[in-house]
């Protein structure tokens, strides 16, 4: 069994912005659930309720020297529901704000020294521990500099890996940062080093140094190996080889489960879909909507133009001329969520909008609403398609990255198919998705069928959390 610390920026149920957090918990409790030994390093940030979540301070404390200025960071401690231990570390000045990486105006400009000191902070946290785990593994641009101090500072004290989320996000940084960040200049180099258009990149600098680099589906891993996908790092992962891979994410079943779920209205299952009716009802009120004629339409998440809801909001004329009516739920670029209010404007009755970040509404969402629609640009693995179909509720997506690996259309695979998929980017093939929908749903013995062989599929984490063991030991030291 393997020794295995995750070093991340959220975590569930402490911080979250996006997926990310929904991994850095799921994938180290499947992997405790195995029988390895597994402890998560995240931030305490301002915002995360320690009393609530049952965060207790220790005696541990150390100071951490970068780049000539010394910042000092206490721990504490707590731990995931099935008993994974998560430490936190707590420095008022680097965490001690509203937000965790910025404001809805941009990004704190002190990022760069924030998870600098972050990532030198995880290994004297492990002295402090007297623990030397296998791997570290590490998750996105905010930890990328983990991998680079194992090597740079001759410690190589375990294997590492690094998961990319989202390859959009690389911590950029101007290049004069580098010796605030304890980084030599002879590290700023294109070929196996930091630099990247002139600046230093925190992503790159795990990609080059980590044992292995991972990312959340096999499909967007094929993507990010193109020009059109790779967002200008696609010659760094090709040159990676077979250092790089695909991993499909999980789901957590335990908190995405309508049999179960103690935030639904109604509890329900594919054998009894009484309760999603009552949910429906629970859906309509909560957004000050009438009993639509057609489809309702659900949206959770980041309202953004990487999640394609820029050209959706473009499309919701569409939508309701097709009979459809929308909820969305989610907070994001000022200009998208003005698009859907417009659109609310345009349409009382039938569109609404709840510019917010509401877990418990979103559970809500997911099970009232008959179908979810996702038109990501891109989509390294997402999970709201998987939540969508263990809720009966039919996913629509773009078929790219893991919304390709996971969704399997309707009329492309007859008896096999769980929700419905259009490939062109562009609003007609939005609109058409959308009929398609509208005509299934008017179907009912046919939704009914697919909505119970949606609510079938199994995404657990165990396959993936397999697939971790394997590239671990490849990796461990």
Known sequence: MADV???TSEVVPFSKTGGLADVSAALPEALSRRGHKVAVVTPLYRKVNAARHGIRPTAL???VTLGGRTCDFAVHEAALPEGTAVYFLACDEWFGRDELYGTRDGDYPDNYLRFAFFAAAAFRLMRALRRRPDVIHSHDWQAGLVPMFNQLNHLELSGTVLTIHNLAYQGLFPAQVMPEVGLPWDCFRAYGGVEFWGRVSFLKAGMVHA???TTVSPTYAR???TRQGGVGMDGVLRALGDRFSGILNGADYGAWEPSTDA?????YSAADMAGKAICR???????GLPEPNGPLFGVVGRLTSQKGHDLLAGCLDDLVAAGGSLVVLGTGERAVE?????AAGRHPGRVSLRVAYDEPLAHIVEAGADFFLMPSRFEPCGLNQIYSMRYGTLPVVHATGGLEDTVRDVDEEPGRGTGLKFRAFDRASLAWAIRRARDLWDDKARYLEIQRRAMAEDFSWEASARAYEALYERVAR
Do not use: G
Not at 263 to 267: A, G, K
């Open 5 to 7: 610390l995750h070093v």
């Open 61 to 63: 404390r150390f100071p």
């Open 211 to 213: 044992d292995a680099v």
């Open 223 to 225: 993507e990010v190996c």
């Open 263 to 267: 935030l639904l209205p109604s509890q």
């Open 281 to 287: 009802d629970r859906l309509l009120a909560d957004f």
């Open 338 to 342: 003005e698009s859907f209010r417009a």
